[in-house]
């Protein structure tokens, strides 16, 4: 029997922002949230921001925005940004920085106010992410102070102090060390799992209650949490820019509940619409084990799930409640906040998703050696902008066109071996934008109504690509669509032409289905 629910109510509800919760799937919530909290200053110096391609970075840049804040964000590829909803908005300015250059850092930096560090490696360096997150943080600690900003603010993960650490939240310490170690004062902030749409948390419960009714789970199944809704998170890191208190301070981000991940699992089941789970803890399964368990079942990549699984043995619960006293506003409970990732999810109105992390993609690496290919040319009588549209729903839940059956067979094969499989699926059902996920793939390029360029993120012994150009031609379209793949070694050259009668069953179905696809979205 499940252990009873521990609640902790920490503040009354704000009537300004319960209205409305679940109008439009949380639409109208999520403008209530922003609309309580203070607008900018007319003297405030501009926002810095990093990680803002990622999950909460990607949506913290709306919110800045909204209530009145210039923003500067520092990115490593301009292209990721161009497309991004907010992208266009005349108080944000962009900028091409590498954190590893201190120099180009601090110019980056001047100017600015407060500051935001939203950067973590665990995606993009592997097993030695911890030390590539302490290097950024001290480069940035210490551009930070000579450009003179006002404070840099941390979002971080919860989790009892000491030697018990898990690698992960050990990892989340040492880069708030790092930074309050710099002359700039530190707001750090201290969050457990984050409920939302398309975050990491979110989905790894999702994929499980889904596809396992029945569940054999490590023991920290067990183990107290202390959930939050993304839109709690994201209130009081803007929140803290108006809270002179927050300077200097660690806080704790919580909802108003603590429970077990078993509960977690249920409530996520609930909200689903799926019957209650089976769920039988068994004290054999190691971290190792647990992240290919987590590898297999849901869309997160191994290297991502051992060092969350491994964090899972720790409590994540708020110390105090001294967050929620400076800045004010109204927890969502855990079924309400499962409920709106849920209904976002539905509705295609995923803003951000843990997929969108990962470098872009660029020719450098691409150029040079030998390259094959699959080249197919198809012609049409339908726009330009309906070809573009038919070929930007690729992947996710609207599949290949044709043989998905032979695609989702290459995800399950790429999944044994470690890759993302096809469980990624995508952020938007509709739009690509530049770094979007695509199953196994990324979109390298998107120019509209005229190319799309996905970059290959399975295992394989070589690079590949699959690019689609449109070409007007007055009164029809031509469609190229190209394979490119350049093998590395005799195994690359081996592969290739393994699968190239594959290629010959696959491609050919793709193209025409596309361009049915775009006559039908022509056709009144």
């Given at each position: ?5 521990r ?59 909204d ?14 940004l ?35 560090y ?24 210490l ?165 969350l ?71 049409t ?11 930007c ?38 739009r ?38 449109i ?54």
């Open positions: 029997m499940a252990r009873r629910r609640e902790r109510v920490l503040m009354p509800p704000v009537p300004s922002v319960t209205a409305h919760l679940s109008d439009l799937h949380g639409i109208d919530a999520t403008a209530a949230f922003r609309a309580a909290l203070p607008r900018a200053p007319p003297d405030a110096r501009p926002v810095f921001l990093t990680g803002a391609t990622g999950y909460i970075g990607g949506r913290l840049v709306r919110w800045l925005l209530r009145g804040w210039s923003v500067r964000v520092a990115v490593r590829s301009l292209d990721k161009a497309a991004r909803p907010w992208a266009n908005d005349p108080r944000l300015q962009a900028v091409a920085v590498d954190l590893t250059e201190v120099d180009r850092l601090t110019e980056a930096m001047q100017g600015c106010g407060p500051a935001y939203l950067v973590h490696s665990m995606l993009v360096a592997g097993k030695d992410f911890h030390a590539q997150d302490q290097t950024l943080a001290k480069i940035f600690a551009a930070a102070g000579a450009a003179g900003l006002e404070r840099i603010v941390y979002l971080g993960g919860l989790g009892e102090t000491g030697p018990g650490l898990s690698e992960h939240l050990a990892s989340r310490r040492a880069v708030e060390e790092a930074l309050a170690a710099g002359p700039v004062p530190l707001t750090a902030f201290r969050a457990g799992v984050i409920l939302g749409s398309g975050s990491t948390s979110f989905e790894i419960l999702r994929y499980l209650v889904e596809r396992l009714p029945v569940m054999v789970t490590p023991r920290w199944v067990d183990t107290a949490c202390q959930p939050i809704a993304v839109r709690n998170v994201l209130h009081a890191l803007v929140a803290c820019l108006s809270t002179p208190a927050t300077v200097g301070a660690t806080l704790d981000l919580g909802g108003p509940e603590v429970i077990s991940y078993r509960e977690l699992m249920q409530t996520t089941a609930a909200a689903l619409g799926l019957r209650h789970r089976w769920i039988i803890p068994v004290p054999v399964l190691t971290p190792r084990l647990s992240s290919w368990w987590i590898h297999l079942v849901t869309p997160i990549d191994h290297r991502l799930a051992r060092p699984a491994d964090g899972l043995r720790n409590p994540v619960v708020c110390r105090d409640d001294r967050a929620i006293r400076l800045m004010p506003q109204r927890l969502l409970r855990v079924r309400e906040a499962c409920d709106l990732a849920v209904g976002r999810e539905i509705a295609g109105l995923v803003e951000t998703s843990w997929s969108d992390a990962g470098p872009m993609p660029g020719d450098p690496q691409w150029a040079g050696g030998t390259v094959l290919g699959d080249r197919r040319v198809g012609i009588g339908a726009s330009a902008s309906a070809v573009f549209a038919a070929i729903r690729v992947g996710g839940k609207h599949g290949w066109y044709a043989t998905d059956s032979l695609w989702a067979l290459r995800g399950w094969l790429d999944r044994l071996v470690g890759g993302p499989g096809l469980r990624r699926g995508r952020r938007d059902p509709l690509l934008l530049p770094g979007d996920a695509v199953d196994f793939w990324r979109v390298a390029a998107v120019e509209t109504d005229h190319r799309l360029e996905l970059t290959a993120e399975m295992r394989l012994p070589g690079e590949a690509r699959l690019e689609w150009t070409i007007d031609h007055g009164h029809q379209r031509e469609v190229v669509q190209q394979a490119r793949f350049r093998p590395r070694g005799l195994a690359g050259l081996l592969y290739w032409y393994a699968v190239a009668p594959l290629h010959g069953l696959v491609f050919p179905r793709m193209l025409a289905g596309i361009l049915r696809a775009a006559e039908d979205i022509d056709r009144p």
